[in-house]
Nanobody, 126 residues
């Protein structure tokens, strides 16, 4: 049974930082493409960032230069460091796992991912 559990969300003022974590269990974590998605109220879920099993990363244009995705294979944990947060970053953030090693150009497409966490809320106030 694959499980993904997010943590680290919270409330922060604009310009602040948060680090999200996603603890993975039940499979060989280091061989998967891992991604972060978010969903704001009234909007569709969108891809934020993804990382290949070899460490190659991809980012949405809206977060480039502000967010950093990383992973610690020894701890089976995925991270999302979020700096210079803006009110428009307010959303529920989800981590997801794809059984393929490579995320590829379709890293932001939801059906690509096989497993999802329950989400952690991030609220950024102006």
């Amino acid at each position: 049974q694959v499980q993904l559990v997010e943590s680290g969300g919270g409330s922060v003022q604009a310009g602040g930082s948060l680090r999200l974590s996603c603890a993975a269990s039940g499979y060989i974590y280091s061989r998967y493409c891992m991604g972060w998605f978010r969903q704001a109220p009234g909007k569709e879920r969108e891809g934020v960032a993804a990382i290949d099993s070899d460490g190659s990363t991809s980012y949405a244009d809206s977060v480039k230069g502000r967010f950093t995705i990383s992973q610690d294979n020894a701890k089976n944990t995925l991270y999302l460091q979020m700096n210079s947060l803006k009110p428009e970053d307010t959303a529920m953030y989800y981590c997801a796992a794809d059984r393929l090693r490579r995320c590829g150009g379709s890293w932001y497409i939801e059906p690509k991912y096989n497993y999802w966490g329950q989400g952690t809320q991030v609220t950024v106030s102006s």
